[in-house]
């Protein structure tokens, strides 16, 4: 039987994927699920496949990261990670979350400041476990949402990785007014490129990627753009 990879690859989107729509050129979204597969704020589909730290937003206000480890041919997420100002987020894939490096455990919101806060989520129906809010704008929410240890997505071991439970995924629902200038795995927000847009390095320029699979453009290879925006600290990371 011939499997339709296109098919799988939406249809792992649908389960993983984002729990909003992109729905004006304000309000865009950034997704990771397990293998890990991604979708920048342009809605292009993309591999990356690696051992790294990884730069997925930054602009002047925060800072997002995510951690992968190499599995074989593949990779996993095994934590997400936030900085806004002085304040760190950490959250691992055993589902634990520190903030400065201290484990927060309760159920309540933790204010982070700056409209900032960081909460457990217990919406059974929900994928994810954890979020990051970002300050609120007309009365909509916007956040980092992971799932880790617990969502109700189908967790798998990793080889080797004994401390950590499951494969992670994230979902970055993001607006213009704190995103605008946001460069990074996720793309760039106002990049106007034709499709496929947000491929942008850490100089500015658009890179051209070659499709994840000869002669199909559902999905990109992603190595050379995640290589570049590999955490750095002499890049300010």
């Not at 011939?2 to 909003?20: E, P, V």
């Not at 597969?37 to 591999?47: I, K, L, M, S, T």
């Not at 997002?64 to 593949?74: E, N, P, S, V």
């Not at 106007?192 to 500015?204: I, L, N, Q």
Request: proline content about 5%; glycine content about 10%.
């Amino acid at each position: 039987m011939k499997l339709n990879l296109a098919l799988l690859f939406s249809s792992a989107f649908a389960l993983f994927g984002s729990i909003h729509a992109i729905v004006t050129d304000d309000i865009k979204d950034c997704d990771g699920h397990p293998d890990p597969h991604f979708r920048n704020f342009h809605g292009v589909a993309f591999d990356f496949q690696s051992g790294c730290d990884v730069v997925l937003v930054k602009t002047e206000q925060i800072e997002i990261h995510t951690r992968l480890i190499q599995q074989g041919r593949y990779s996993a997420i095994i934590e997400a990670g936030a900085r806004i100002g002085r304040t760190t987020v950490v959250i691992e894939s055993n589902g634990t979350a520190t903030v400065n490096g201290t484990k927060y455990s309760s159920s309540g919101s933790l204010n982070l400041g700056d409209g900032f806060n960081l909460q457990k989520i217990s919406n059974e129906t929900s994928p994810y476990n954890w979020k990051v809010g970002f300050p609120e704008v007309d009365g909509e929410e916007f956040s980092l949402s992971v799932a880790a240890g617990g969502g109700t997505y189908p967790r798998q071991p990793i080889d080797g990785e004994g401390e950590h439970s499951s494969y992670m995924a994230f979902n970055i629902h993001a607006h213009v007014s704190l995103f605008e200038e946001s460069e990074g795995l996720c793309g760039s927000w106002n990049d106007d490129s034709p499709s496929p847009a947000g491929f942008v390095d850490r100089e500015g320029d658009q890179m051209t990627l070659p499709p994840l699979y000869p002669g199909s453009f559902y999905s990109y290879n992603a190595t050379a753009l995640g290589e570049n925006w590999q955490v750095d600290t002499s890049q300010g990371d």
